[in-house]
Nanobody, 115 residues
Framework: QVQLVESGGGLVQAGGSLRLSCAAS????????MGWYRQVPGKQRELVAA???????NYADSVKGRFTISRDNAKNTVYLQMNDLKPEDTAVYYC?????????WGKGTQVTVSS
């Protein structure tokens, strides 16, 4: 059973940084495409960044140049380094693991950016 546990969220001032981590278990981590999504109340969950099993990455336009996704297959962990945070980055951030038709989610971690 796939389990994803996010950590690293919190309250930060605009311009600050946070690093989110997602620890995975119950899966052959290295073959999964891993992603970070975010959601604010009343809006759809949106992709923030993703990284394939081969290390290819893609980002939402709104975070390009500020956020970096990375993975450590030895630690079964995916990271999201978030720099120059803005109030509009405030959301619950969710970790996602996908392979073939399987799609798993963590419970999320709150990120709040004050102006």
């Amino acid at each position: 059973q796939v389990q994803l546990v996010e950590s690293g969220g919190g309250l930060v001032q605009a311009g600050g940084s946070l690093r989110l981590s997602c620890a995975a278990s119950g899966m052959f981590f290295s073959i999964y495409r891993m992603g970070w999504y975010r959601q604010v109340p009343g809006k759809q969950r949106e992709l923030v960044a993703a990284i394939t099993s081969g290390g290819d990455t893609n980002y939402a336009d709104s975070v390009k140049g500020r956020f970096t996704i990375s993975r450590d297959n030895a630690k079964n962990t995916v990271y999201l380094q978030m720099n120059d945070l803005k109030p509009e980055d405030t959301a619950v951030y969710y970790c996602n693991a996908a392979v073939l038709s399987t799609n798993s989610w963590g419970k999320g971690t709150q990120v709040t950016v004050s102006s």
